[in-house]
């Protein structure tokens, strides 16, 4: 537990700094948006790229991997969809409890990995994101349609964001590059490689500084519904999963890592933007934030 603790303590602490800035507004004015825009759309976009461009992808078992995650992901969509209707929730809090129980958080993600197990932990940890952001944000997108939340103009904004997702293009660029056998030439290299270092940790502190702690006296049947789904029954799948194919030590922590991470910020937003519930995901965002810090430790303990 010491070792967990040491590696993950830092990003929590990050975390926790950037909820103290953000509760007393420093820095000001739209700062942090700027901020999270530059990270969404440059930094972390060049970290995938300069990870995966040279990186020996052939040591990762990309389709035990895949079936882990995505089968565990695919799984608990299905059920979801299935006990709608026991949940008994409207279509804006369904869509809100369905992103809270699938979207992960890629930056403490991949901070974690690295925390872990190094540049090999990024290296999994960076095929774990090219598999899961196209899957997670269809299955998203496909949910406020079925939900009805979606007007047509919407819909076509939503799924010309789809395309346009600035993680899914780094994934792709990366890979490409890799199997091109180009890489990352000359100085090109060493750029790339400078901006991805700054992701992460500006990554971390705008992930405290969503955080809403009003929200947290919420606590209804769709906060209980995604938290377990999230923090409790996807990481013990995930787990079972990765013991039955066999995963290596290093692609097991991540695949747990991924499938325990807390819910993505920027769920909040797509909640505001596509007809879902605001304030249950600002709920969830904060609720799973603060949780994982204690549950992420155990579960890796655990696998350990």
Not at 191 to 196: A, K, M, R
Not at 210 to 234: C, E, Q
């Amino acid at each position: 537990m010491e070792g967990v603790a040491s590696a993950l303590g830092p990003l929590f602490l990050l975390i926790l700094l950037g909820a103290v800035l953000g509760r007393r507004r420093q820095p000001g004015g739209d700062f942090w948006p700027q901020m999270e825009r530059l990270i969404y759309f440059l930094l972390f976009p060049a970290m995938l790229i300069s990870t995966l461009a040279s990186a020996d992808v052939s040591q990762v078992p990309v389709a035990r991997l895949a079936l882990t995650l995505l089968g565990a992901m695919g799984l608990f969509a299905s059920l979801l969809w299935l006990l709608r209707g026991r949940l008994r929730l409207g279509p804006p809090a369904f869509t809100s409890a369905f992103q809270g129980a699938l979207r992960f958080n890629t930056y403490v993600g991949v901070a974690g990995a690295a925390a872990l197990h190094g540049g090999a932990g990024a290296t999994v940890a960076a095929v774990a994101v090219a598999l899961m952001v196209p899957v997670v944000n269809v299955l998203c997108v496909a949910s406020f349609i079925a939900a009805g939340t979606l007007g047509a103009s919407s819909l076509g904004r939503s799924l010309a964001a789809l395309v346009r997702n600035p993680l899914i293009l780094g994934c792709l660029i990366g890979i490409a590059l890799n199997l091109s056998g180009i890489g990352l030439p000359g100085w090109s290299g060493a750029t790339v490689e400078l901006l991805g270092r700054a992701a992460l940790p500006l990554g971390l502190v705008a992930v405290g500084v969503a955080l809403r702690p009003a929200s947290l006296i919420r606590l209804d049947r769709g906060v209980w519904t995604s938290n377990l789904v999230k923090l409790v029954l996807m990481p013990a799948l995930v787990l079972a999963l990765a013991l039955a194919l066999g995963l290596d030590p290093v692609s097991r922590d991540v695949a747990l890592l991924f499938a325990a991470l807390p819910t993505a910020t920027s769920a909040y937003i797509l909640a505001r933007q596509l007809g879902g519930d605001a304030e249950l995901m600002a709920a969830l965002i904060t609720g799973q934030t603060l949780l994982a810090m204690l549950t992420l430790p155990l579960w890796l303990q655990l696998a350990g």
